[in-house]
């Protein structure tokens, strides 16, 4: 599953916003976040955590469209139960609206 990362009117969005998988026991759900904005890196934290939590590195802003930059895999499991992981930009967590989205697991 695939969450972009946009800048439309130099506003930055995530989409979709809410990504909301379902994931039986034992099979885990690949995520991977593609920065589409032309201006800016991003580095994408779990809210609370530290910034290299999900990711080693930030995400280098976009100079060719139709191949944006990708983070690695972002692997989740159903293992603890249904759960929400919510998240922001490491770079940018204090704009308004701040930057971020979140996950929902789901179990089946």
């Known amino acids: ?10 506003v930055i ?11 039986a026991p034992g099979s885990p759900e690949v ?6 904005d032309r201006k800016a890196g991003h580095w994408i934290m779990p809210v609370g955590r530290s910034e290299d939590q999900w ?12 191949f944006p930059p990708v983070s690695s895999h972002l692997i989740l499991t159903s293992d603890d139960g249904p759960k929400e992981y919510p998240y922001t930009c ?6 308004d609206p701040a930057e971020g989205g979140s996950i929902k697991v789901n179990m089946p």
């Open 31 to 36: 995520v991977v976040f593609r920065n589409n």
């Open 55 to 66: 990711f080693p590195e930030p995400l280098a802003r976009c100079t060719d469209p139709d």
């Open 1 to 10: 599953m695939f969450v972009d990362i946009r800048r439309v009117d130099d």
């Open 13 to 23: 969005s995530f989409d979709p916003e809410v990504l909301s998988l379902t994931i």
């Open 90 to 95: 490491s770079k940018h967590p204090h704009r």
